[in-house]
């Protein structure tokens, strides 16, 4: 199928989506994907390229234009590797709760998941920028994506919305926790701050 016909089924049929995936190969996913981050460029970089333009700063804008393909191609490779690493792990806990099927199915879950995160999310950025509030609205495109993916290792694995939500909620809350904990033993935030970032 092609590419905005899967994102169409993203947020209008869920079960097609998942029917269409099934049988997908990992080139298609992997293909998706970089389309998906394609877009988060095209829509992010202007964006930045503006922040930077407006705001006072000791790199030449020229510079930082330069280095921006640089930065996304590093950042794309970051994401693709994590996604891999945090399928992995989803994964451990699919498969203790009895999940049926493969790795590759529990990192099509995510791939997939979230694509609302990803279209929506980059478009943040500009939102933001008219109103502060509507910053929140990621919070709401954030659970529709925690709900796809949880929906996807449920139908993908054969398991059920308890036992898949427990899968995924286990290793996602013992990270979130994590990044808590050691934002606040280093005081991170603080020096954050501190160096201008």
């Given at each position: 199928?092609?590419?905005?016909?899967?994102?169409?089924?993203?947020?209008?049929?869920r079960?097609?989506?998942?029917?269409?995936?099934?049988?997908?190969?990992?080139?298609?996913?992997?293909?998706?994907?970089?389309?998906?981050y394609g877009?988060?460029?095209l829509?992010t970089a202007?964006f930045f390229?503006l922040?930077?333009?407006?705001?006072e700063s000791t790199?030449?804008?020229k510079?930082?234009?330069?280095?921006?393909?640089?930065?996304?191609?590093?950042?794309?490779?970051?994401?693709?590797s994590?996604?891999f690493v945090?399928s992995?792990?989803?994964?451990?806990?699919v498969?203790?709760f009895k999940?049926q099927g493969?790795?590759?199915d529990?990192?099509k879950?995510i791939?997939?998941?979230i694509t609302?995160?990803f279209?929506?999310g980059?478009?943040?950025?500009?939102l933001k920028?008219?109103?502060p509030?509507l910053?929140?609205?990621i919070i709401i495109?954030y659970i529709?994506?925690?709900?796809?993916i949880i929906?996807?290792?449920?139908?993908?694995?054969?398991?059920?919305?308890f036992k898949a939500?427990t899968?995924?909620m286990i290793?996602f809350?013992?990270?979130?926790?994590?990044?808590?904990?050691?934002?606040?033993?280093t005081?991170?935030?603080k020096?954050?701050?501190?160096?201008?970032l």
């Amino acid at each position: 199928m092609e590419l905005f016909g899967l994102i169409k089924l993203t947020f209008t049929d869920r079960e097609t989506l998942l029917q269409t995936i099934k049988q997908e190969e990992w080139s298609g996913t992997l293909a998706y994907l970089a389309i998906l981050y394609g877009w988060y460029v095209l829509i992010t970089a202007p964006f930045f390229i503006l922040q930077k333009y407006l705001a006072e700063s000791t790199i030449p804008i020229k510079e930082y234009i330069a280095v921006m393909p640089i930065s996304y191609a590093l950042i794309f490779v970051i994401w693709i590797s994590w996604l891999f690493v945090w399928s992995g792990i989803v994964h451990i806990f699919v498969t203790i709760f009895k999940g049926q099927g493969q790795y590759k199915d529990t990192f099509k879950a995510i791939a997939y998941g979230i694509t609302p995160l990803f279209l929506i999310g980059s478009a943040m950025f500009y939102l933001k920028l008219l109103n502060p509030n509507l910053y929140l609205l990621i919070i709401i495109v954030y659970i529709y994506s925690l709900y796809l993916i949880i929906k996807g290792v449920s139908e993908l694995h054969e398991i059920g919305i308890f036992k898949a939500t427990t899968a995924y909620m286990i290793p996602f809350l013992t990270l979130l926790t994590t990044l808590i904990w050691f934002v606040w033993k280093t005081d991170l935030i603080k020096l954050i701050k501190t160096i201008g970032l």
